[in-house]
C-alpha cells in the first residue's frame, strides 16, 4: 500500500520557520510531481507549493518568497521550508503526490496532514 507520510508541525511563534517533510513509502515504480496544500478551518483548499520531478518549483502567491518546496528523489520525499510565518499561515498541510506504478500507469496519494499553527 503506498502512503505519504508528512512530518514537521507544530506550533510556531508569528515571524518563526518550521520544515515540513512528505516521503512516500510502499510498492511504486516512480515519483513525478509533488505538492504541499493546505487547509484551514472554514476555507477553500489552497495549493501552496508544487515542484516537478525535475525540481521545478512554482507557489501561490501568499507564500511567494517566504516558502521554499524541495525534494529529494532519491528517498522519495519533498520538503517544504517555510520562514516569516503569519497568524494566516495557520492550517492543515497536505502532501500530494502524482506516483506511477510498475504498469506504468500513473495515480495520486494525500498524506494525512500535519498541523501548523502559527501564534503568540
Known amino acids: 500500500q503506498v502512503q505519504l507520510v508528512e512530518s514537521g508541525g507544530g506550533l510556531v511563534q508569528p515571524g518563526g520557520s518550521l520544515r515540513l517533510s512528505c516521503e512516500a513509502s510502499g510498492s511504486f515504480f516512480s515519483v513525478g510531481d509533488m505538492a504541499w496544500y493546505r487547509q484551514a478551518p472554514g476555507k477553500q483548499r489552497e495549493l501552496v507549493a508544487t515542484i516537478s520531478k525535475g525540481g521545478t518549483p512554482n507557489y501561490g502567491a501568499s507564500v511567494k518568497g517566504r516558502f521554499t518546496i524541495s525534494r529529494d528523489n532519491a528517498k522519495n520525499a519533498a520538503y517544504l521550508e517555510m520562514n516569516g510565518l503569519r497568524p494566516e499561515d495557520t492550517a492543515a498541510y497536505l502532501c500530494?503526490?502524482?506516483?506511477?506504478?510498475?504498469?506504468?500507469?500513473?495515480?495520486?496519494?494525500w498524506g494525512q496532514g500535519t498541523q501548523v499553527t502559527v501564534s503568540s
Open positions: 500530494n503526490a502524482r506516483l506511477m506504478d510498475y504498469d506504468l500507469q500513473w495515480f495520486e496519494r
